[in-house]
Nanobody, 122 residues
Framework: VQLQACVGGLVQAGGSLRLSCAASGRTFSSYAMGWFRQAPGKEREFVAA????????YYADSVKGRFTISRDNAKNTVYLQMNSLKPEDTAVYYCAATSRTYYSGSGPMDYWGTGTQVTVSS
């Protein structure tokens, strides 16, 4: 599986941004997907995950209620809708995939996409 995230962007605090990640390979629909982020000087952290059918989603406490993960298996794409953005959301965002059908934020992912910069100005 190869993952390619769209270009992120610069947005003001309180604004919104949607990231997308396109996957190659016919097995995409059977993989759980996730988004992670890494801020300067910090370790990479879990942001959100979605099960293979899209029926289950999981979020880090820091983004719960503001971010929404979704997927379109017909388009081999996973999305991260980010609302009410804060300066502390500034980071490089990565999409990732696991051959497991469910993923709740712990444990390794099998495939990683290239990161995309998201910058939230105050």
């Amino acid at each position: 599986v190869q993952l390619q995230a769209c270009v992120g962007g610069l947005v003001q605090a309180g604004g919104s941004l949607r990231l997308s990640c396109a996957a190659s390979g016919r097995t995409f629909s059977s993989y759980a997907m996730g988004w992670f982020r890494q801020a300067p000087g910090k370790e990479r952290e879990f942001v959100a995950a979605i099960s293979w059918t899209g029926g289950s989603t999981y979020y880090a406490d820091s983004v719960k209620g503001r971010f929404t993960i979704s997927r379109d298996n017909a388009k081999n794409t996973v999305y991260l809708q980010m609302n009410s953005l804060k300066p502390e959301d500034t980071a490089v965002y990565y999409c990732a995939a696991t051959s497991r059908t469910y993923y709740s934020g712990s444990g390794p992912m099998d495939y990683w996409g290239t990161g995309t910069q998201v910058t939230v100005s105050s």
